[in-house]
């Protein structure tokens, strides 16, 4: 590895430790939407793409955004990026990752005089996870022109909408954002992430390409019973929301242990009046079920659906569906991977190809413009954790891969419009 990729590859470490203390919560880290450590996440980027040249502005739904203009006023333009927000006690990779990485990337193209003949912009999306409304990809559908009305009507555990959020972001008032682009004057949208997942250490890869993001269905269900004396109160004549909703957990699991590829996840719950006493009278918990297709997904949420009627039946329940987010399963640009891929040989002598069970900003941009995924080897496959981890030397291959997809796309980009 050439020393400026190494020295490369260090500056890439050190920002995303710096990156990584930026938090909501002291001792671990977590950033949510519009969060104080977002807004000061904006200013630390937004400085490093400064120094690598870019111009730098934040939108309205909060994206930090950086530009490097071609020489060329009606050249199109690459899209790079991915998310700055983090899940709950994160790791400091999850998205930041994808957003530091083409910075550093184009500042080294830069060191070494290569000017590219297409813009570029990379984007650091303000919300993929969800955290805080238990809605993802706030960043990705305003910066695409598709945040719905209906998203705005979302509330967080303070009670705070996502709408009234986005007005005092804004200063007071707030209107859904148009396209930042039509999709012809895109080349498309590259995403650099951590795999989150086993198959690259397995196969002692440092990087790999990724063919299709699962699709996804995410829910907040609401069990309502009737809360009572746990001492007085027989069993034969309760009406308990959390051992309804237990008993629904436990069928949805199997229902994703008897599918081959789904996956279901039931990750946070309330429980009310929540004392140790009272039997509970009502339970809130999020659904979140994937697929890479799309048919095997719906016939899954069918026989969970089936199921829940059959448990709120039984035990005297009402139980109440609220759908935070339904994306299909995303194919990514078999000429845009291809570019990838070439380059992926080029640094790495082989490439892999596997499907991402993780959902990504690419799925919302593959709407404006074709998608393509550089998957990054993380230790132990762990993610959504603090101790999530990708090693200097896989981040240099990783970067190697961008600068030489950068090059690449320019010689194609020269040859195709002169
Ligand atoms: O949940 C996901 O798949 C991603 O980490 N947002
Ligand atoms: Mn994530
Ligand atoms: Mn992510």
Redesign the pocket.
């Known amino acids: 590895m050439s020393s400026i990729k190494t020295n490369a590859a260090q500056l890439l470490v050190s920002m995303l430790d710096e990156l990584g203390h930026l938090t909501d919560e002291p001792g671990r880290l977590t950033r949510t939407f519009l969060s104080p450590a977002m807004q000061r996440a904006n200013r630390l980027v937004g400085d490093c793409m400064r120094a690598a040249g870019l111009q730098v502005r934040v939108d309205s739904v909060g994206n930090l955004i950086g530009r490097l203009e071609s020489p060329d006023p009606k050249a199109k333009t690459l899209l790079l990026g991915s998310h700055l927000d983090?899940?709950r006690d994160?790791g400091r990779f999850?998205?930041p990752l994808g957003v530091l990485l083409p910075i550093v990337a184009l500042a080294d193209l830069k060191v070494r005089g290569v000017e590219l003949p297409f813009h570029v912009e990379v984007l650091g999306f303000s919300e993929?996870?969800g955290v805080r409304f238990a809605s993802a990809y706030l960043g990705s559908e305003g910066y695409t022109g598709r945040l719905k009305p209906a998203t705005l009507a979302l509330r967080d555990a303070a009670g705070i909408s996502v709408g009234e959020a986005l007005e005092e972001f804004n200063g007071g008032k707030f209107s859904l954002p148009k396209p930042a682009h039509q999709r012809g004057d895109l080349l498309g949208y590259v995403e650099v992430h951590i795999e989150?997942g086993p198959v690259l250490e397995a196969k002692k890869l440092a990087v790999g390409v990724v063919s299709a993001i699962a699709g996804q269905s995410r829910f907040k269900l609401t069990w309502t019973g009737k809360a009572g004396h746990a001492g007085t109160t027989p069993m034969a004549l309760r009406r308990d929301a959390l051992a309804g909703a237990a008993e629904f957990i436990a069928g949805v699991e199997a229902i994703a242990r008897r599918m081959p590829g789904l996956v279901a996840t039931v990750g946070a719950l309330t429980v009310s009046p929540g004392a140790a006493n009272v039997i509970s009278g009502a339970v809130v918990h999020t659904l979140d079920v994937r697929h890479a297709d799309d048919r095997r997904r719906r016939s899954a949420l069918m026989a969970i659906g089936r199921l829940a009627t059959q448990i709120a039946g039984r035990r005297k329940l009402t139980r109440a569906w609220q759908r935070t987010q339904e994306n299909g399963a995303v194919a990514c640009s078999p000429s845009l991977t291809a570019r990838l891929e070439q380059s992926v040989k080029v640094v790495q002598g082989k490439s892999l190809s596997l499907v991402s069970g993780?959902g990504h900003d690419g799925v919302v941009m593959s709407t404006l413009t074709p998608v393509a995924m550089l998957f990054v080897r993380c230790r132990d496959g762990l993610?959504?954790h603090p101790d999530e981890y990708a090693s200097p030397k896989d981040l240099a291959v990783a970067l190697a891969v961008m600068t030489d997809f950068l090059r690449g796309l320019a010689t194609d980009y020269t040859d195709e419009h002169g």
Request: glycine share 10%.
């Open positions: 983090t899940v994160a999850d998205g993929e996870e989150q993780a993610s959504h």
